[in-house]
């Protein structure tokens, strides 16, 4: 039972590192750098918050 338990996990592995492969090739073919490494959510946040001194 420990080996098929083992086996199962190790195909588990697997598909989790194949799909993240995908993704991350799905992902870099269809953004741009820019885009991927812009904060623009962070700017937004700043623009909206009003602090008072």
């Known amino acids: 039972m ?3 338990l ?3 996990c190790w195909g588990i592995s697997i598909v ?3 799909w993240m492969l995908y993704d991350w090739f799905k992902v ?3 953004f741009s750098e820019d885009v991927l ?3 623009r ?3 937004l946040e700043a623009v909206s918050e ?3 001194i």
């Open 50 to 52: 009003k602090h008072r």
């Open 37 to 39: 490494t812009s904060s």
């Open 16 to 18: 989790l590192a194949l």
């Open 41 to 43: 959510e962070g700017e």
């Open 6 to 8: 083992s086996y199962a």
């Open 2 to 4: 420990w080996m098929a």
């Open 28 to 30: 870099d073919t269809t």
